[in-house]
């Protein structure tokens, strides 16, 4: 999450456990339902300037009756993105073997994967993410099953030796995929714009994926559970499978482990038991309050909102600590916020306005509680928003500005649109000035087009949210989406914050609101 | 087994499995004994041109409280020799781990497998024997227990990556030993000779290390039972740790396993079946036979010797078939004989001698069983000693000859004398010419000195016998054996017939015989 230059890291964090929460959390731990899917196609990889990376795979025929020997190697494509467990027979072939079989795995959700030697990757996130393995059998014949999970569509497969003996044959070569999403709760969409249609699809396939034992960010890295991936894989899950009790779970889960501040983190690891990263951010935190107000209105579940309403407040309690004597939160070197991957974004009007859009749905809580908080919060929204409109808004640009250097971004304008700061008929001015002046600091992920499109959408530019929905989420499937990515921009195609593509997520939960802008909204 | 240019395959081997025999090597399937052993020191490897193949370890002070990231390694010293499994905690230092952790473990019985990496290895066996393995670990803290077997005494640690998060401590490190030799059986030998003492130490450790659940030839490669190892195995086991049961169950598995044609295979596979390789050796299908008479002479077992006596006999008359008109073993291209690994030595002397060797412990084993066999076999005996002075012993030399080209050999005279084809008093100047003469085809593998010093020991020249075994087994514990090699030449210290130093076996079976000379021969 952190960029390059600073990683966030907080040595004395002391965590504040709330067992029974923790408890709750794991009595809602999802059964996994499991497929078993098998291999369509031997493929190769060929180098193709016109597709994105260079690398194209294509299907080649299979020989029967395939045996391999030393340097031998071959590519399974499965048709489409896999999340799952490898398993497979391996029989010699010739004289009984007289030495192991060495084995190379190599898994890729992208042909490039399967193209470029992870040998060469120098991004600054971990190496290890990059899935192989080398796998010595002592035994053959042998059944492997491998204990990893993978995400993937193709694996390659080097027979790094057996002996001048033997050969190998590899029979029964399958996934058995793994995912808590239930497609058969999906009501079909029946669009008529096939387009919109796909994008729905790739979408549901993109959630389904990344839904396992908790929402996971993305099922290649990080495996994990993230605030701002929640809320917006929360959101689609309304509208596709309703598994609601693992959005229950995941809120229980983050509430479960706040500091001894009650900040909760930005994201939490499950395994070998539950602990928060250390991790802060203030948007993130917000969501928090955010998601909960969501899941609230979307399920009615009354006793949950009781229960976790002060650690929803309590978020905004700490967020307000941040506003300066002028309600503005103060833009230091002192704070986390994401927002964006763009380097050299400034986080302070985006997130105020998080802020101000966290702040009037725990309004509508408090209202549903009949809590005292309410009209300290109603009081409180006013004032910042005064102070929004005095301190952030640029009259003449007709834009907000954000942190000392007064900078405009795309992210600005959308949440402070999101946030409804403006009237509505100058928030859909703002959001066409914006579209048509295009400032100079752009959107680098899915998670802030999502917000785009919905923004477009909330002021009443419905066409041009389907525009741009379709010019973003149409051209990652134009260039090859089987599920949607964790980073994609049109003109940068070889785009990453890490240093490197390869280690990139090719199915990202923050990617797959289409399905719940196009349903929700009727697009 | 075979050398480079020539890798024997049988592509039509038919087996003819006695199912009774296969059941009965079961059943003496041994209990392994399990020890754990716990790393002695941190090492470093450091250049040293004095020392074998270049490089020494080095002990080096341990850091209390040390934790490793990306790029990070270290050496434990296990001490000496192991065989066993390897267990591991390893737990996260720092934030919380974010990324898997993925680390490469190298182990080596020699220092110089800790510093040259396998990755340039080149030589004609398999690579996959050289002992490594790359794991990723996602949840941590975690206790790793690598489900493969390794011979070692070094194992190196590399952290391949973490994250820039975390790092990782390594607590407990041990492994868990396995043997099917009970050390508590062999009576402390209390040598005055303090080197002799010494050796016979590292022999029976030597032997210790290859009994497992058989005879292996060497725990780190090939893990598998051979006719000749097994030989010279049991006759060290007989005065040592007396696991007379191993003998047996594994003289029941070569018998189990014959082709249609009654030949025993060299080798055989235990797993997942018990299945034989398909290598056929004149020499070593011979040494079934003694094996079964030193069996019996050493435990008395009448029931094995009436079992498994025709399997014996019949190895002996497939040899016959080799004879050509003169009773002399036909040397040609449709024949294989190990005798020894020097790539120019000629077999047919050698070969010769083994078979009357065999004939001659077979005329005995057909005397107890009252077999009516005893007189055809005591007259071909006397018709191929005949022959073999006739037409193999150049009297002008005074030296066994061999092939068409009269090769002098080492193996060709040891075998010989062994045989005791000639009188005893020619026999000794046979074997006094050979130390002083010193033919050039001479011996490459401590298989064929443990045969040099017994047959110096029983032409009665016990005192060059001595000093033989000294000067070979002791120079190798000069070059920092613990256990005994697979291949030892003292002139050419990086020796290998594979190509490469790095995948000879440092723990040899066929090494292990001295403890057998020095208490059988009361050296």
């Known amino acids: 999450m952190a960029n390059e230059a600073q990683t966030q890291i907080m040595n004395d964090l002391v965590i504040d456990r709330?067992?029974?929460?923790?408890?709750?959390?794991?009595?809602?731990?999802?059964?996994?339902?499991?497929?078993?899917?098998?291999?369509?196609?031997?493929?190769?990889?060929v180098a193709d300037p016109a597709v994105i990376h260079g690398w194209r795979a294509q299907a080649i025929e299979s020989q029967a009756e395939q045996s391999y020997g030393k340097g031998d190697e071959f590519i399974l494509d499965f048709g489409t993105h896999q999340v799952g467990y490898v398993f497979m027979q391996i029989r010699p072939v010739g004289s009984p073997p007289d030495a192991p079989l060495s084995l190379k795995l190599t898994f890729g959700e992208m042909p490039v994967e399967m193209a470029e030697p992870f040998s060469e990757y120098d991004g600054w996130l971990s190496s290890s993410w990059l899935q192989e393995e080398t796998i010595y059998v002592d035994v053959l014949p042998a059944r492997i099953e491998l204990p990893r999970r993978y995400s993937f569509?193709?694996?390659?497969?080097?027979?790094?030796?057996?002996?001048?003996k033997y050969r190998v044959a590899f029979d029964d070569i399958q996934c058995q995929t793994v995912t808590s999403?239930?497609?058969?709760?999906?009501?079909?969409?029946?669009?008529?714009?096939?387009?919109?249609?796909?994008?729905?699809?790739?979408?549901?396939?993109?959630?389904?994926?990344c839904m396992q034992d908790v929402f996971e960010d993305g099922p290649k890295r990080d495996r994990r559970l993230w605030l701002g991936d929640l809320r917006l894989q929360a959101l689609a899950n309304y509208e596709t499978f309703q598994n609601n009790d693992l959005v229950k779970r995941c809120l229980y889960l983050f509430a479960g482990v706040p500091d001894d501040r009650?900040?909760?983190?930005?994201?939490?690891?499950?395994?070998?038991?539950?602990?928060?990263?250390?991790?802060?951010l203030f948007d993130y935190s917000l969501l928090f309050s955010t998601t909960l107000h969501d899941y609230y209105f979307a399920t009615n579940d009354k006793e949950t909102l009781v229960e976790l309403w002060p650690s929803a407040y309590r978020q905004i309690e700490l967020a307000l600590e941040r506003l300066d004597e002028h309600n503005i939160v103060k833009d230091d070197k002192s704070w986390w916020s994401f927002?964006?991957?763009?380097?050299?974004?400034?986080?302070?009007?985006?997130?105020?306005?998080?802020?101000?859009?966290?702040?009037?749905?725990?309004?509508?809580?408090?209202?549903?509680?009949?809590?005292?908080?309410?009209?300290f919060l109603e009081e409180r929204l006013q004032e910042i928003v005064t102070a929004t409109i005095t301190h952030l808004w640029d009259e003449e640009q007709g834009f907000f500005v954000?942190?000392?250097?007064?900078?405009?971004?795309?992210?600005?304008?959308?949440w402070m649109a999101l946030a409804e700061v403006l009237e509505p008929e100058e928030n859909r001015q703002l959001m066409n000035r914006l579209l048509s002046e295009k400032p100079e600091?752009?959107?680098?992920?899915?998670?802030?087009?999502?917000?785009?499109?919905?923004?477009?959408?909330?002021?009443?530019?419905?066409e041009k949210a389907v525009e741009q929905l379709k010019a973003y989420w149409g051209e990652m499937i134009h260039d090859g989406a089987d599920t949607f990515w964790e980073l994609y921009d049109p003109n940068n195609k070889d785009f990453s914050p890490y240093g490197s593509y390869l280690i990139n997520s090719y199915c990202h939960a923050w990617s797959c609101t289409p399905t719940y802008l196009i349903r929700k909204y009727n697009l």
């Open 181 to 209: 999403a239930d497609p058969s709760c999906v009501i079909p969409l029946h669009h008529k714009d096939s387009l919109l249609a796909q994008i729905d699809q790739v979408s549901i396939k993109t959630l389904q994926d």
């Open 18 to 45: 709330n067992e029974d929460f923790i408890a709750k959390s794991e009595q809602l731990k999802p059964e996994l339902v499991r497929e078993t899917v098998r291999p369509q196609n031997f493929v190769e990889v």
């Open 153 to 164: 569509r193709y694996i390659k497969f080097e027979v790094l030796d057996t002996s001048r």
């Open 339 to 375: 927002i964006d991957w763009h380097q050299e974004l400034n986080k302070q009007a985006p997130s105020q306005a998080v802020l101000i859009h966290a702040i009037k749905r725990a309004i509508e809580m408090a209202k549903v509680l009949g809590s005292d908080k309410q009209a």
């Open 441 to 462: 600091i752009v959107l680098t992920t899915p998670y802030m087009y999502h917000y785009l499109v919905e923004a477009l959408i909330i002021v009443g530019e419905k």
């Open 262 to 280: 009650g900040r909760i983190m930005a994201n939490v690891f499950i395994a070998p038991s539950l602990i928060p990263d250390d991790i802060y």
């Open 402 to 414: 954000s942190g000392a250097e007064k900078q405009v971004s795309w992210a600005s304008q959308i």
